[in-house]
């Protein structure tokens, strides 16, 4: 039986989202589908637009990061079609999530934020969490434009280091 390319496409995304306890920022999900070759990253831009138009998909963006989650109407459509994705293909989705899955899990659960406050400053939203609950919540109010997204920037390098800071000052 022949398949319409951008249909696997969709349910090799699906499936992807659906193997994971947390979100997929589109860079990642880019990585593993454009480093198999499987299609070109506009193809790849299209699918992701079809997903969230069709509510398959549902997406967050935080900082310039754009993080997608499989949505209920996405489970049920690849319960129905997910056999469309043949065994090899899910293997490979399976060893580069199993491979990577400390590596995504901590990007999608390390969120950094700024925003213009009233008082004409910028205030910095700093969170970790883990498996949905919030391990720390830092906002902080700068001056600049500049220095809320250096400091959002610190935020997703350092995050381990200034978690562990904390915790050895307060405790």
């Known amino acids: 039986m022949t398949q319409d390319p951008?249909?696997?496409?969709?349910?090799?995304?699906?499936?992807?989202?659906?193997?994971?306890?947390?979100?997929l920022t589109n860079a990642q999900i880019s990585d593993f589908i454009l480093e198999k070759e499987y299609t070109s990253y506009m193809t790849l831009q299209q699918v992701i637009s079809d997903l969230l138009d069709t509510e398959l998909i549902k997406a967050d963006t935080s900082m310039n990061r754009t993080y997608y989650s499989i949505t209920q109407e996405g489970q049920s459509t690849l319960s129905y079609?997910?056999?469309?994705?043949?065994?090899?293909?899910r293997g490979e989705i399976d060893t580069f999530l199993s491979e990577k899955h400390l590596e995504l899990k901590n990007e999608a659960s390390i969120t950094a934020n700024y925003y213009?406050?009233?008082?004409?400053?910028?205030?910095?939203?700093?969170?970790?969490?883990?498996?949905?609950?919030?391990?720390?919540?830092?906002?902080?109010?700068?001056?600049?434009?500049?220095?809320a997204e250096a400091v959002c920037d610190g935020w997703y390098h350092k995050n381990e280091k200034i978690y562990k800071?904390?915790?050895?000052?307060?405790?």
């Not at 951008?6 to 979100?23: A, E, N």
């Not at 079609?81 to 293909?89: E, L, T, V």
């Not at 800071?165 to 405790?171: R, S, V």
């Open 6 to 23: 951008l249909t696997l496409y969709k349910l090799i995304v699906l499936y992807m989202l659906d193997k994971v306890s947390f979100k």
């Open 165 to 171: 800071y904390l915790m050895q000052e307060l405790f």
């Open 81 to 89: 079609f997910g056999n469309r994705i043949s065994d090899a293909i």
């Open 116 to 147: 213009k406050s009233v008082s004409g400053e910028y205030e910095a939203e700093l969170t970790a969490k883990e498996k949905d609950i919030v391990l720390v919540n830092i906002r902080l109010s700068v001056p600049t434009q500049d220095m």
